[in-house]
């Protein structure tokens, strides 16, 4: 490309969005503005930011600083001229912040969910509708980075860095990208994690671990009698035979919907290689943390990059932690996760007795509906990504061009 910078919109207002736009700020030739549509944050942000936005690593000395040109709420003072728009929100603020910047984005955008969470493409596809056809949508498996707010517009921290990341493309017919995708984004988070481009995304969808969090709640809380704890419990560390149990029973059944997907679609080099099983997907993304990785309780209780996390819990008066189960791990990977998982297994007929199970009892906890005995038909089920929420109906529908 010329010398001409590249102009990214970051859109979003929380941790990742903070890392994100640090980062990229950080290369050369690259300018980065932030659109947040969300409460107050542009103004929180913008008064908060001084010279520069730290970005720091866990345990390691080195800092990035940088920061964005401009914070804003206005999608119309940086989406029509932006090159690349990535969204760094949570699954639930993707159709806000879609409809957002629909109206202002040129022909032949680049867009990237990091990360998209199970069902970004069906959702972007029907919010876009006749201007998806002109764009280029990346999708990622999961954000590169866990992360955290230290200092609002100020410091942000990186707890750790993902090896690599699964991304695909959903490139509409029209679409005439003058950049390489990948290859971008790549340059925009630097080295590390590596994005590798698998085939299409449903395989992506496929691949998500945000089918992780659900069954551990459920494994831990479903007897729960309602008492406070004395203290928080250790979330993957305090994995026990029950939970590692439920959780391989919905990986199984995500492998069996993606054989099933092969099977059934015509595309006979469909490949779902990169969807692994959650014991080996541990262990290989996890390779140097995980001290004993002879059974699937045993990889996550001794993960070392899982060290200290805990349930998500809230004090109560009185003293003691009660679970809050309007935490991401069931308000998020419920809808835009297992939901999506049971919706695409539908379609190609594979029964998921632990998916329902889980989902059920999720769905009681967050005051919603989505299932009804083992099917989608939820009076909530419109609020989530299940693919018949935009009409899909059969595999070939389910594989958005790649
Ligand atoms: P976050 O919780 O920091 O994001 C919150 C931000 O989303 C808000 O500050 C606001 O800017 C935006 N937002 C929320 N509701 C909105 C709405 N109704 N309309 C418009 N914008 C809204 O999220 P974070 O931590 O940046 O994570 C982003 C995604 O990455 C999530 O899906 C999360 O599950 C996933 N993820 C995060 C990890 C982490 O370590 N932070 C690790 C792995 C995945």
């Not at 409460?39 to 690593?57: G, H, L, P």
């Not at 200092?151 to 990341?165: D, F, I, R, S, W």
């Not at 083992?374 to 529908?397: C, H, M, N, S």
Request: aromatic share 8%; with cysteine.
């Amino acid at each position: 490309m010329s010398d001409t910078p590249l102009r990214i919109v970051v859109c979003g207002g929380g941790n990742g969005a903070h890392v994100f736009s640090t980062l990229a700020a950080a290369r050369a030739n690259i300018d980065v503005s932030v659109l947040t549509i969300f409460e107050n944050e542009a103004e929180r942000w913008t008064a908060a930011m001084k010279e520069n936005i730290v970005v720091s690593f866990a345990g390691e000395s080195c800092q990035v600083k940088a920061k964005p040109f401009l914070v804003t709420r206005d999608p119309t003072a940086v989406i029509p001229k932006a090159d690349v728009i990535v969204i760094v929100v949570p699954s639930y603020a993707h159709a806000p912040v879609l409809k957002a910047i629909l109206p202002y984005c040129r022909p032949h955008t680049f867009i990237a969910g990091v990360p998209a969470h199970p069902g970004l493409d069906f959702q972007f596809t029907h919010i876009f509708g006749s201007k998806a056809k002109e764009c280029t949508l990346v999708v990622l498996e999961t954000l590169p980075w866990a992360c955290r707010l230290i200092e609002y517009g100020a410091h942000a921290q990186v707890l750790g860095t993902k090896e690599k990341v699964g991304a695909a493309l959903v490139q509409g017919e029209d679409s005439n990208i003058p950049l390489d995708c990948i290859e971008t984004l790549q340059r925009l988070i630097g080295d590390k994690p590596r994005l590798n481009l698998v085939q299409n995304s449903l395989v992506v969808n496929l691949m998500a671990k945000t089918m992780i969090h659900p069954p551990i709640m459920y494994g831990k809380w479903r007897n729960w009698d309602g008492k406070p704890l004395p203290e928080k419990a250790l979330f993957y560390q305090g994995i026990d035979d029950s939970q590692s149990h439920f959780l391989a029973q919905i990986s199984d059944e995500v492998l069996l919907t993606s054989q099933a997907v092969k099977d059934k679609c015509s595309k006979t080099d469909l490949d779902i290689s990169p969807i692994s099983h959650i014991s080996d997907w541990v262990k290989e993304y996890y390779a140097d943390q995980v001290k004993d990785g002879s059974s699937l309780k045993l990889s996550f209780q001794t993960n070392q990059a899982y060290d200290g996390l805990v349930h998500p819990m809230k004090a109560v008066d009185g003293g003691g932690y009660v679970p809050d189960f309007s935490y991401r791990y069931t308000r998020e990977d419920v809808p835009f996760g297992l939901v999506v998982l049971k919706g695409i297994a539908q379609i190609v007929n594979v029964s998921t007795p632990a998916m329902d199970t889980v989902i059920k009892w999720a769905q009681e906890r967050l005051g919603e509906e989505y299932i009804v005995g083992t099917e989608l038909k939820g009076r909530d089920l419109p609020k989530t990504r299940a693919p018949q929420v935009f009409g899909i109906y059969t595999v070939e529908q389910l594989l958005l061009p790649s």
